[in-house]
């Protein structure tokens, strides 16, 4: 039995004393022990490495007093199990030398045994569940097959992805295609990350926002509905999609536990979008932890009353930045963790 299981009851929609926290990229750069092992090893050295993946893993949980823990990997590591090179550069983010761009480029990939090529993966899982000793849950996840297209044919990070959607818009059958494969093999990968022991599941969806509507229910949606529900009988599963909460609706309706938010929507117009069946997760502006200390106070209380008690995991809205410094982090952590809702909201809590 997992001892703080605050997050996996506010997934089930069940009653809790307080709101659970933690937050996107929670280990990382911001934490000076983070920083001391980045030194020593480069970054896929950290990721393969079952031993430092969990004690990187762990770091935010000592230090923060999250209440989950995120497996230290990347999304990026389902395009190298795929047969693409990816690099990590230095202040310049990640770098495929050899994009997919053409069909001819299909015979260089394949949809992998996971066991084979990701099996560092579910070694670190085993390791963190070990010397978590069911401290706090262990949340497993994936990128969005439509994220994974963006970085596999634009290789490496823009601010538009014009040439993944130009790629998508004149060879629409190419797209669908790789998208299946991702499909395919991310549902193989958090299969197996389920049965090595992670208790919930994120798929991250950091690129969705740049498409219209019908374009991310075409290229991005229907591919994580599919992904959702290969694992609807196995843990519940937080759908987050940066920048596409103008298809909320559609979200809810993939049958996932939860919607994770970044801070461009009200708390309450999400919670209306949503309706009441779904836990919501967000949704503070990373950059607000560079506020002082009595400003993020202000700001994340006001964010918790506008959620409201119940079906709601205090999260930010996107992953927090190298700079932050570490008492801000905890500062947000802290205050989610002695809010106190007014009294007519806590009813509504317990009736949850
Ligand atoms: O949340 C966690 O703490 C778990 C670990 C995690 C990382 N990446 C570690 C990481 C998770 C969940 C990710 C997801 C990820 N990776 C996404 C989706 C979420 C998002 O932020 O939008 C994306 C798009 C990637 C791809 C990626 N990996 C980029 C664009 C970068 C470079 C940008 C950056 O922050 O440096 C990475 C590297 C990366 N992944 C780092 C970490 C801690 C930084 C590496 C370092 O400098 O030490």
Not at 32 to 55: G, N
């Amino acid at each position: 039995m997992i001892k703080n299981d605050l997050l996996l009851k506010t997934l089930r929609g069940e009653p809790t004393e307080r709101t659970p926290v933690w937050m996107m990229r929670q280990a990382g750069r911001y934490l000076p022990d983070y920083r001391t092992l980045r030194d020593k090893y480069d970054f896929f050295t950290r990721v393969q490495t079952p031993a430092l993946a969990t004690e990187i893993t762990l770091q935010p949980v000592d230090q923060i007093g999250v209440d989950a823990a995120i497996l230290f990997s990347d999304i990026l590591v389902v395009l190298q199990a795929m047969g693409l090179e990816v690099q990590l550069i230095e202040n310049k983010g990640p770098v495929l030398p050899d994009p997919v761009r053409i069909a001819a480029d299909l015979t260089r990939i394949r949809v992998p045994d996971v066991e084979e090529t990701l099996g560092y993966v579910f070694e670190a899982i085993r390791l963190t569940k070990k010397e978590l000793n069911n401290r706090v849950p262990l949340i497993g996840f994936a990128g969005a097959p439509w994220t994974l297209l963006c970085y596999m044919v634009e290789g490496k990070g823009s601010k538009t992805f014009d040439g993944v959607k130009s790629f998508c818009y004149t060879q629409p059958e190419l797209a669908h295609r790789l998208l299946q494969m991702l499909t395919d093999t991310t549902i193989a990968y958090l299969k197996q990350q389920v049965k090595s022991g992670v208790d919930a599941i994120q798929l991250f969806d950091s690129w969705g926002g740049l498409l219209s509507p019908d374009d991310f229910e075409m290229f991005s949606l229907q591919y994580m509905r599919q992904i959702i529900q290969a694992l609807k009988n196995e843990v519940p599963a937080i759908l987050f999609a940066k920048g596409a909460w103008g298809s909320i609706p559609e979200m809810v309706q993939t049958g996932c536990a939860g919607v994770g938010l970044d801070w461009c929507i009200r708390p309450e117009t999400a919670r209306k979008m949503a309706g009441q069946g779904v836990t919501l997760q967000g949704n503070l502006d990373p950059a607000r932890l560079m506020s002082p200390v009595p400003e993020i106070k202000k700001e994340v209380t006001k964010m918790l009353n506008g959620f409201g008690p119940g079906r709601y995991i205090a999260n930010l809205g996107h992953g927090i930045l190298p700079h932050v410094p570490v008492d801000h982090a905890k500062a947000f952590v802290d205050t989610v963790k002695n809010h106190v809702y007014q009294s007519r909201e806590k009813q509504v809590f317990s009736s949850l």
